[in-house]
């Protein structure tokens, strides 16, 4: 899985304050010398021993000698991941709902609340476009993506819009409705008919730059996909193409073209043309 760059990390631990996110979840503060107190939210407490230090931007219940910064906060706050709290800080609404959310914790959050970006109403192409919108908006918002393309070489201003290229960093999942809900389980399982997902509940492409193959009406035929580190298993493809599925019909002519070539350069394989007819001739 790629990991979360840490300045990306540091600015979310910079820019927000762990003592607003406190209280916009319901927690009544005090001042206490130079700290700030309040009744902590996780176990009976009635001596308010959540005790927040602003200088440092951190928490810390002497109750339940658990602690931390903003990510922690929401972490257990909400009851989810690592991963899955910095994505819900690093995105605006989910933040709204953070600070309405209350100051009940939940122990394991089974609702996501981060807005889904592909709809279960939309027809096969119509998702796989959103898929495609969805990793396009991920790499603009993606360091470790843009570095990659930028090593490359690849650093036109009109690139990543005109091509749609994406990032596929693993945060799809957690932005669709849980697997244990008839519309999760039925988005994956159509996600996955796509090849977008494997049998084993992973995005396909984790890690990878992302390029979809579009036809002359801008449908998605295929999507190409590149480790964008070469840190990975053995056995893993440096380069990979949406799964092979018996049961997807409508890019088999594809198949043929676009076979997955482990070791091939990198370069050779551009002849991918955009709507506008554009080579991308320096991928
Ligand atoms: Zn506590």
């Known amino acids: 899985m790629p990991r979360i760059p840490d300045p990306e990390l540091q600015r979310l631990k910079d820019e927000i304050s762990v003592q607003r996110l406190i209280e916009a979840s319901g927690v009544e503060l005090k001042k206490l010398g130079k700290d700030i107190a309040g009744k902590c939210p996780f176990h009976a407490d009635d001596t308010a021993s959540l005790v927040i230090t602003p200088a440092k931007n951190l928490w810390h219940c002497f109750g339940c000698q658990i602690g931390g910064g903003v990510v922690d906060w929401v972490m257990k706050l909400r009851g989810v991941s690592f991963r899955h709290a910095v994505e819900l800080l690093k995105d605006e609404t989910a933040l709204t709902s953070l600070a309405a959310g209350g100051s009940h914790p939940i122990k394991q959050s089974t609702v996501r609340s981060l807005p889904a970006p592909v709809s279960l109403d939309s027809d096969d192409r119509a998702l796989l476009l ?47 409705p849980h697997k244990n809900r008839v519309e999760g389980a039925q988005m994956r399982s159509r996600l996955e008919r796509l090849g977008v997902y494997r049998e084993s509940g992973h995005e396909h492409f984790n890690g990878s730059l992302v390029v979809p193959v579009l036809d002359e009406h801008g449908q998605v035929k295929e999507l190409y996909g590149r480790k964008i580190s070469n840190k990975h298993k053995d056995d893993a493809p440096l380069h990979m193409y949406l799964r092979k599925n018996p049961t997807r019909a409508e890019a088999c002519s594809m198949w043929p073209l676009w076979r997955p070539a482990k070791k091939s350069s990198f370069v050779k394989r551009s002849l991918m043309r955009s709507p506008s007819g554009v080579r991308a001739s320096a991928m």
């Open 130 to 176: 959103q898929v495609v919108g969805y990793y396009q908006q991920s790499l603009k918002d993606s360091p470790e993506a843009l570095a990659y393309l930028q090593k490359r070489g690849l650093v036109h201003p009109e690139l990543l819009d005109t091509f749609k290229l994406g990032y596929a960093n693993r945060t799809l999942g957690l932005r669709l």
